[in-house]
Each structure stands twice: as structure tokens, then as C-alpha cells.
């Protein structure tokens, strides 16, 4: 907490800092063990005096400039950073339901592993965060719940199964298919399986969610168009947890 309060607190003149920092951090430090809920409006409050006290302070010429900047800032951050905040328990326990993520919208090549947020094949108006397990040539296959791709089995320690049942499909894949599949995935299983595994095709991803037994991806939705790729998590930048109705604030500033 103490880091982000720095950080607002910089966003004032130093004057400003050195008259009236030691007064306004106790006076934060009451709230927050006051009502904690409080903290994310008081934080807003600081970033708006901070910004309100910066332009008292400064000359036609640095507002002129001032303003630039910041519609220079705005128009970035519309390319480059997004926020987004997650609608589900899938990935759990590495991202929780009520993590709000900062995503680094930074054009890349996706790899294997590592966390993407995309676009659903089915809505594009809905966005998901999910694992890529493939990339195009490799060859995914689950037997007993464990992931074997390329023929080795993965050693994926941010996967959970809340689910000890073994189910014919969700946990030896690809198979028949004893749930609702979406067309995609009925045409990934028709057209991309060889010997009992699916391979990745030119352009596209294979993506699942750590809450492995418990995650509508592409077992289910089929695969993810490499187009559709939004980015990558950046941090946590505020996580609420709904059922306590209180904030998580030891996962702020928490990269996935």
C-alpha cells in the first residue's frame, strides 16, 4: 500500500510533498483501517487534486505543453494498454474472479505458455484470458487429466483440478465429444486430428484455462485466430472479491 500511495502522492509538486506529505499519509493511513473499501475513491481523489494543484502551478507554456502530453498519453494508452477484468473463476488460483488487469496491447508473437487475452471465436464482443498450449505445428493431446504436447508430457505447476472425476472427453482429449461443442470445435476434431492428436493449424492457437476441469477453452470453442489476440496481462492493478465484499490488496501491482 505503501507503494501506491507514494505514487499518487508524486504526482504533486514537491512543494506540495514536502509541506503536506507527512499530514496526508496519516490521514491515509486512518482510512485504510478505517474503510478500506474507501481506498480506491481515495486514491481517485488524490490523482484529481494532484493533477488540479500541478496545473496551479504552471505557466501558459507548460500547460500548453502539459496538455499535449497527456493527450499524447491518452491516444498510447489506447493502442498500447487496456484494462480488463476478469468475468471468471477459469484460470484460478494465478488470476481470480474480480482481478482488474492492466493487458500490454503491444503487438508480439504469442508463445507457448504464456497468458493471452483475446477476443472469443464465438462473440468477438466478449474478450477471455486464457494459457496457450499450442502454437501452429504442435500437437495436443490430455490423457488422465495430463497435457502431453509434441509428444511430452507438460509439467504445469499453475494448473489446479477441483475435479476428481476423469470424464471421457474434458480430460482425455481429443475423443467423442459428450458435451455441447461449438461448430468450431466440432470442425477442429472433424478436420485437425491425426493419431489421436490435434494439431495446431497456420494462424491459430490451442488455449486452455489453469482451472483445467472447470474452463470453457478450446476443447470446447475450438481454436483461437491468432488475429484475435488482444495481449498479454500486464498486473493487477485492483482485485475486489465479491463474496467478502472487500478489496484484495495484496495481489495490487501483482503480475500474473
Excluded at 19 to 43: D, K
Aim: charged letters at 25%; a neutral charge.
Amino acid at each position: 500500500m505503501k507503494r501506491i500511495y507514494a505514487l499518487a502522492l508524486y504526482a504533486y509538486p514537491r512543494e506540495f510533498r514536502q509541506r503536506f506529505g507527512s499530514e496526508m499519509q496519516q490521514v491515509f493511513a486512518a482510512r485504510y483501517q478505517r474503510e478500506p473499501h474507501l481506498i480506491p475513491g481515495t486514491f481517485a481523489d488524490l490523482f484529481v487534486t494532484a493533477i488540479q494543484e500541478r496545473f496551479a502551478t504552471m505557466t501558459f507554456a507548460r500547460l500548453t505543453y502539459a496538455g499535449t502530453a497527456l493527450a499524447l498519453f491518452f491516444a498510447a494508452s489506447l493502442t498500447v494498454v487496456q484494462a480488463f477484468v476478469i468475468p471468471s473463476g477459469s484460470m484460478e488460483p494465478g488470476i481470480r474472479l474480480g482481478d482488474h488487469l492492466i493487458v500490454n496491447k503491444l503487438p508480439h508473437s504469442p508463445q507457448r505458455d504464456e497468458l493471452v487475452v483475446f477476443r472469443y471465436p464465438e462473440d468477438p464482443d466478449q474478450t477471455f484470458i486464457k494459457r496457450v498450449i499450442g502454437v501452429p505445428g504442435d500437437r495436443i493431446r490430455m490423457v488422465e487429466k495430463q497435457t502431453i504436447r509434441n509428444g511430452q508430457p507438460l509439467t504445469e505447476s499453475y494448473v489446479v483440478h477441483l475435479d476428481p472425476y476423469v470424464d471421457s472427453y474434458r480430460d482425455n482429449f481429443p475423443g467423442a465429444a459428450n458435451v455441447h461443442l461449438e461448430s468450431q470445435a466440432h470442425k477442429m476434431l472433424s478436420e485437425n486430428v491425426d493419431h489421436g492428436e490435434v494439431v495446431v493449424p497456420p494462424g491459430m492457437l490451442f488455449v486452455m484455462g489453469d482451472n483445467r476441469d472447470r474452463s470453457l477453452d478450446s476443447r470446447f470453442f475450438g481454436f483461437v485466430p491468432q488475429a484475435n489476440v488482444i495481449g498479454r496481462p500486464w498486473f493487477v492493478y485492483w482485485s475486489y472479491d465479491e463474496d467478502a465484499k472487500a478489496t484484495r490488496w495484496d495481489r495490487t501491482l501483482l503480475r500474473p
